[in-house]
């Protein structure tokens, strides 16, 4: 099969399940197993090892562990549940578990605050669903693009018809793109996410200290007043 063949078939599956869809959400409360059921359903038609094992119960009850995700109410998943963890899914393939935990406890806290306005977790997953509801048709066109521009630019080269450099060159290119992604991301979570974060944690420290400096020099005080 030439290389152009199997990335149409490829962009195909893409099209077909490329996004954990908000609007097959289950209608019911799941338990953990019916949870992680329904969201390998949702990639059962992507290739690979790495997807096939994407989801598993262990690592739903890890992200409810480590506040990645709210906690499930009585042992039960609801839609809120499965759209947090499919944002979870998605940051795991550019971010590290301590950065997605300082992106995801907003909602997270907030899911489980009695006091603040309500964040709805399907409402911020509804809204990047339409941001990239033709991505898949416009990636297929620009990837088909790709291809052509490569051919046309190895012409007079000595690696023509070659077709495994001509599947690196647009190797390389995708994983430029992704990089680029990646870092415009990164960013992002880091300025307005992960530092405000650390600024509050050591606005706090600084805070309790400063407590425990006036508590120690009134200590002293009042031991001096003794003598």
């Known amino acids: 099969m030439r290389y152009e063949e199997y990335v149409n078939i ?3 599956k ?3 399940a490329g996004f954990i869809k908000s609007s097959k959400l289950p209608e019911i409360d ?3 197993d019916q949870a992680e059921a329904f969201l390998r359903s949702q990639l ?3 290739d690979g090892e790495a997807v096939r094992k994407f989801v598993t ?3 739903i009850n890890n992200y409810a562990k480590h506040d990645m995700i709210a906690r499930p109410e009585g042992k039960k998943y609801t839609a809120d549940h499965l759209i947090m963890i499919a944002m979870v899914l998605y940051f795991k393939g550019i971010f590290k578990m301590e950065d997605i935990e300082n992106l995801m406890k907003p909602l997270v806290d907030n899911y489980n605050s009695e006091f603040d306005d309500t964040i709805d977790p399907m409402i911020l997953y509804k809204t990047a669903e339409k941001v990239n509801h033709d991505f898949s048709e416009n990636f297929s066109e620009k990837v088909d693009e790709d291809i052509d521009s490569i051919k046309k630019m190895l012409e007079d080269t000595d690696i023509v018809d070659d077709e495994r450099m001509e599947v690196f060159i ?3 290119s995708l994983a430029m793109r992704a990089d680029a992604e990646k870092y415009l991301a990164a960013r992002l979570l880091e300025t307005y996410f992960t530092n405000p974060h650390k600024e509050k944690a ?4 600084r805070q309790k200290k400063g407590s425990e400096d006036k508590g120690n020099t009134k200590e002293k005080s009042q031991y001096l007043e003794l003598e």
């Open 44 to 46: 059962d038609d992507l």
């Open 202 to 205: 050591e606005k706090i420290k």
């Open 14 to 16: 893409m099209k077909k």
């Open 170 to 172: 647009l190797i390389l």
């Open 57 to 59: 119960r262990s690592m």
């Open 30 to 32: 799941l338990y953990i």
């Open 10 to 12: 490829q962009l195909e």
